[in-house]
């Protein structure tokens, strides 16, 4: 096995167990030797090929989720309240994602960390232009340059593709990772993610 292999870190930015998730993989990668690939992704669209749905749309789950998602974030030390508005489409924020992206992975990782924080952590709504104009400023982009990147369709383009290979590649959730092409669905895979880094395949 080959330790130099990325871990490939598929998220959404409505997602709380992506967030959760952002907190940790970072470090537990570089414990191991491994970098991180972020890819921001649309739950929606994932779902819409595998049929699946959130689990807040099932009113038997809804109750629980919401119990897990805050229960989660305490469990790993991490600031969570659920938004308001839950769960919101994110598409513009990961627009902006793909486009800092392509200037440098690092300022798109820090990006998603910005949104992901002030949306689960401050009950910023990443749904509200205005608003994500503001976290925009906040990050040192200009409000107008942000809106003009998530209006552009070269990035709405970027995006769509982004989704149709993670679909592809057999992604149907979020956070979902590929380590050595190996699949882990979910916040609550890693400590089977840290046995494969530490000890390779089981």
Not at 49 to 61: E, H
Not at 74 to 102: C, D, M
Not at 162 to 167: F, G, V
Request: aromatic letters at 14%; hydrophobic letters at 45%; a positive charge.
């Amino acid at each position: 096995m080959d330790t130099r292999t990325p871990v490939d870190f598929y998220f959404d930015f409505s997602s709380p167990y992506s967030y959760i998730a952002s907190e940790w993989i970072e470090a537990l990668a570089a414990r191991h030797g491994r970098t991180v690939r972020w890819k921001a992704i649309l739950l929606g669209a994932t779902f819409q090929a595998s049929g699946l749905k959130s689990p807040v749309s099932y009113p038997m789950k809804r109750e629980y989720a919401l119990r897990d998602f805050e229960r989660s974030a305490r469990f790993a030390g991490v600031p969570l309240k659920v938004p308001e508005h839950f769960p919101i489409p994110t598409q513009n924020a990961a627009r902006v994602f793909w486009w800092l992206h392509a200037r440098g992975e690092t300022t798109a990782r820090h990006w998603a960390r910005h949104c992901l924080r002030a949306y689960f952590a401050r009950g910023v709504d990443l749904s509200d232009t205005t608003a994500l104009k503001g976290l925009a400023v906040e990050f040192g982009l200009g409000a107008a340059e942000a809106e003009a990147v998530w209006n552009d369709p070269t990035w709405k383009n970027r995006l769509k593709l982004t989704n149709d290979a993670a679909i592809a590649a057999g992604v149907f959730g979020a956070p979902f990772f590929v380590i050595d092409g190996e699949p882990f669905w979910g916040n609550d895979r890693r400590a089977q993610i840290e046995r494969w880094l530490d000890k390779g395949p089981y």
